[in-house]
């Protein structure tokens, strides 16, 4: 499992680099600043969690059971919350799909955000000092 939790962090680093750029330079001239700004936030919520990821896959103090929780509500997360958040930044250059009708998974994508953490924030808790 950590090895898929490594890969995926890895992914996700790479694609938010990727999409970063691409939002600071090819969307700057076709969608508003305030657009900007909230792609901007997908993307960086999207690296806090490749991040999270990485710590995740490389430590010993939480157990694999956790992990696997950690692992899935970060990947939701990610899918939901930043995906959606990208979807709706870039509304205005798609015709075939209106993204506001969705808009309502951003809040659900940030819910597994929180409980990711809080599976951390309890595992770790639970874990027996190594002395």
């Known amino acids: 499992m950590s090895k898929k939790i490594l890969i995926s ?3 996700l680093g790479i ?9 600071a330079h090819a969307l700057k001239a076709l969608i508003e600043s305030d657009a900007q ?5 997908g993307v960086r919520y999207q690296m806090y969690h490749a991040l999270f990821l990485l710590f995740v896959g490389t430590t010993a103090f939480i157990s694999d059971k956790a ?3 950690i692992y899935y509500l970060t990947i ?3 899918i939901l919350f930043s995906g959606s958040i990208y979807g709706l930044a870039t509304n205005n250059l798609f015709s075939g799909f209106d993204f506001k009708s969705i808009g309502f998974i951003t809040p659900i994508g940030g819910l597994c955000f929180i409980v990711s953490w809080g599976v951390l924030f309890v595992s770790l808790i ?3 000092p190594n002395y």
């Open 15 to 23: 694609t938010s680099i990727i999409l970063g750029a691409f939002g």
């Open 67 to 69: 992990k696997k929780i």
């Open 76 to 78: 939701l997360g990610v």
């Open 9 to 11: 962090a890895g992914v």
């Open 37 to 41: 700004l909230s792609f901007e936030i």
């Open 126 to 128: 639970k874990t027996k």
